[in-house]
């Protein structure tokens, strides 16, 4: 009998390996795309063995999913904390949440990437999950809107709102994807392009 102790079949399957996979998802998606990287990429990013992958995913588009929303939920909470929304009553800030944001991007470049330059047509799943995630941003974008009014809107302003608050999500997402690496505005002050944003978020929360 050998003296050597076999390892548990199961270390490379315990539950923090799913954290690991999903944090090196990110990374490789972000570098080489969905199309340009495999699941034994993402394996040998976090130091698992293929099979590790697959007892936790069933392949690359849910692990690609998992990765997005791993995102999602981060800039999610980013924004949350700066609107204050667990404080009832507390009035939500847009400057907060720009700085928020723009903060977050500079700090989390890959995640950045991933979000911004990998999703458009990666997959069908992924065109519905950034939609609800535009959709959730958009829908909490009113609260901008005539602050304080609680008589309802008619539908003509109600179709304004809805137009300055998909407007607002876009450019924040716009102006981001344009000043990543290689992108249009990646050459322009990071500052002077946070106070442009700022100028025209007010412009259209005071149309």
Known sequence: MSDQATPSPLAAHRPS????????????????G??????????????????????HFSGKEELFSAA???VFESISAVVAEARGDEEPGFPPSLDLVIDAVWGWIDSHP???????????????????????FEDQHAQRAFGYFRPGVRSRPSAAQRGLDSLR????????ISVHT???ADGPLS???????????HDL???????
């Open 68 to 70: 997005v929303h791993r």
């Open 178 to 180: 344009m000043r990543l």
């Open 165 to 172: 608050a998909r407007t607002l999500v876009d450019l924040t």
């Open 201 to 207: 978020a007010h412009r259209l929360v005071d149309a």
């Open 34 to 55: 969905f199309a340009d990287t495999s699941i034994g990429d993402i394996a040998e990013e976090a130091g698992v063995v293929v099979t590790a992958v697959y007892y």
């Open 187 to 197: 050459d322009e002050s990071s500052d002077k392009l946070r106070a442009a944003v």
């Open 110 to 132: 890959e995640e950045a990437t991933l979000l911004y330059l990998q999703l458009p047509g990666a997959t069908r799943q992924i065109t519905t999950l950034r939609q609800e």
């Open 17 to 32: 390996r799913r954290v690991d996979i999903i944090d090196a998802a990110i990374h490789r998606f972000a570098r080489n």
